[in-house]
């Protein structure tokens, strides 16, 4: 477009000076240098005849057409004297002479012929001189012809060549508008590649899209069944080691058990790190905030991790500049997940002095109106290099220490902490030098909240857990027996079905006061039976159901309380999580059988 407008430019200039070329000639015409110059010639000759005519007649005629033959002289002189194309007759030497004897002789001949009586012997001179004047007029008029022609043919060499000039110009544009149609043709063809390459890119892209969903699903539905798989055995294993460790046994006897337990414990963490590893990956971790008093959630971590703490003689520390009575609108278990990730590492690399969690309240920097909570775990631990700290939050990352060797670990913690702290807002910092411990700093929104109001009291009517009759639906025959056991020794009533089928026949018939469903079982799962459970007539529907899975997804957590559920328990189930929920369960006014 630019060449194009500059050869625009350039054609309009040379169209101008064109136009400024034919006005010049129509101004300067060639008759205004010929014509003066052959009528000049023409009364030359005239007044040159009336000498010649007044002179030889006898007696000599009147004077007044010769003095008439002189005034047109001297007008026709001026009049190529005047004339715009004169100029260029003038500047040629002979015409110039020519002229200059003209006007020489001509006040000679006006003082001659127009006296009283001219003097013919003078008049005789005077014709003589302009006979041979006459030779050089009829010059100047072939010269002018000459000059003429010389004028014409320059001027139309300057307009062929501005023509040429124009029609190059326009051959330039014509060639240039060509490439330019023939690069827009071409620019054309490659968008259409260009959009035909894209629409085939977009199909594979959805393509890829199904496929990774597909196997998206699939690896969601792989560690649902491996969870599932892996804590339902576990579920037997934690259950029964803990019973066998409440039962009477030897000092080295209780020693072997609780070395076991510690052992599943710790194969147990680590599954659960890989299943949130997992879960974060795809996004199936979502924060549930809740009203959370932390300063009661903060002492309950420290009472968690003090034992530990003691084992290997170290001061747990908890530091909390809150008032009791905040309350924030946090995920309390997301929480206590980082928390005690962040404590056990601090303890686990620590060999003496000790570990401290101080909790505070921040300022936002800048002019940013949220608070933060800030809570931070210091160690006097063995601390961390440069060089370390750059791919501490890596997944699969490990410490190169002694101590790392001997406690062992997958890596994953301080990853999923990270992630965990971001869903929620916040973030991990942590300072440190080697040999001079660490702090690890967790930032998360502070969002204040009403607290919630008080429970009400069971009134008197409530029933002790030994009077509960409970329907127990569990396909593993360990767990059967476990959860059977426990419910025993709880003086609870026990019916037993092995799978969801089965289950739904026995609430038909009979009303029971708590239903423990476990989500995978053959027939009919958990859920399927929760739901025709729901669907049967009062009072039968009412009965409270508390779901048992291996599957510890969000999205198992929202199918079980859309089904119905009101309570979900995680394999392997503790006693301690039984009991609580047996307790909730009988504060509540005895049901109407």
């Known amino acids: 477009a630019a060449t194009l407008a500059l050869l625009m430019s350039g054609l309009l200039v040379f169209e101008l000076s064109q136009r400024q070329a034919l006005i010049e000639r129509q101004r300067m015409r060639v008759d205004s240098i010929t014509a003066p110059a052959f009528l000049l010639d023409r009364e030359v000759l005239r007044f040159s005849a009336a000498l010649r005519a007044w002179r030889l007649q006898d007696p000599a005629p009147p004077l007044d057409e010769l003095r008439l033959r002189l005034d047109i002289l001297f007008s026709k002189i001026a009049v190529l004297r005047d004339s715009r ?49 006459q030779v050089n007029s009829q010059a100047l008029g072939n010269q002018a012809d000459l000059i003429s022609s010389k004028l014409l043919e320059s001027q139309t060499q300057a307009l062929l060549r501005q023509n040429t000039q124009i029609i190059g110009l326009t051959i330039a544009q014509l060639s240039l508008l060509l490439v330019a149609i023939l ?40 560690l649902a069944n491996m969870s599932h798989e ?23 006897q209780r020693a072997w058990v609780r070395t076991i337990r510690n052992s599943a414990k710790h194969l147990l963490q680590l599954l659960n790190d890989i299943l949130d590893t997992s879960a974060l990956e795809s996004g199936k971790i979502k924060i549930r905030k809740e009203p959370t008093n932390v300063v009661a959630l903060l002492r309950e971590v420290e009472a968690l991790m003090q034992p530990l703490a003691h084992n290997k003689q170290l001061q747990l520390q908890l530091a909390c500049d809150l008032p009791e009575t905040l309350w924030l609108s946090v995920d309390p278990t997301r929480l206590r997940q980082i928390l005690i990730n962040l404590a056990n590492n601090a303890i686990k690399f620590t060999e003496q002095g000790l570990v401290r ?56 913690g301080l990853q999923i902490s ?36 008080s429970p009400i009291a069971a009134p008197d009517s409530a029933r002790a857990p030994g009077q509960l009759d409970v329907l127990v639906a569990e396909d593993n025959v360990v767990n059967q027996q476990f959860i059977c056991a426990v419910l025993a020794r ?40 929760t739901r025709g459970i729901r669907a049967l007539p009062a009072p039968m529907n009412a009965v409270p159901i508390f779901a048992i899975t291996a599957d510890v997804f969000e999205d ?5 309380i859309h089904a119905g559920v009101n309570r979900l328990l995680t394999k392997p189930l503790a006693l301690q999580a039984l009991r609580e929920a047996l307790a909730d369960l009988t504060a509540r006014p005895a049901q109407a059988h």
Not at 362 to 387: K, M, Q
Not at 406 to 411: D, E, L, Q
Not at 503 to 517: I, S, Y
Request: net charge negative; with cysteine; hydrophobic share 40%.
């Open 85 to 133: 194309g004169s100029k260029a007759l003038l500047d040629e030497t002979q015409a110039a002479s020519t002229l200059d004897a003209l006007e020489t002789i001509l006040p000679e001949a006006d003082g001659l012929i127009f006296a009283p009586k001219p003097d013919v012997a003078a008049v005789r001179n005077l014709s003589a001189r302009f006979e041979q004047l």
């Open 183 to 222: 690069g827009l043709l071409w620019r054309h063809r490659n968008q259409q590649r260009e959009q035909q390459a894209l629409r085939e890119l977009n199909q594979a892209l959805v393509i890829a899209q199904g496929d990774a969903e597909r196997a998206n699903r699939g690896k969601s539905v792989f």
């Open 230 to 252: 892996l804590r339902t055995p576990f579920n037997g294993i934690m259950g029964w080691l803990e019973i066998l460790e409440q039962s009477p046994l030897q000092a080295d």
């Open 357 to 412: 969690i101080r909790a505070t309240r921040r300022a936002a920097p800048g002019p940013a109106s949220e608070d933060w909570l800030e809570i931070a775990v210091c160690d006097t631990g063995t601390g961390i290099d440069e060089h370390e700290l750059k791919a501490l939050f890596q997944r699969f990352h490990q410490i190169q220490n002694h101590l790392s060797r001997s406690h062992g670990g997958a890596g994953l």
């Open 418 to 453: 990270l992630s965990l702290a971001r869903l929620m807002g916040g973030d991990i910092q942590v300072q440190s030098m080697a040999g001079q411990g660490s702090t690890f700093t967790l930032q998360v929104p502070l969002e204040p909240v009403d607290a919630p109001q």
């Open 490 to 529: 709880m003086g609870c009533q026990v019916t037993l079905c092995e799978n969801g089928a089965d289950a739904l026949h026995a609430a038909r018939g009979h009303v029971f006061d708590l239903v423990l469903m476990d989500i995978h079982m053959p027939v009919m799962d958990g859920l399927q039976a």
């Open 556 to 560: 198992t957590r929202e199918k079980a």
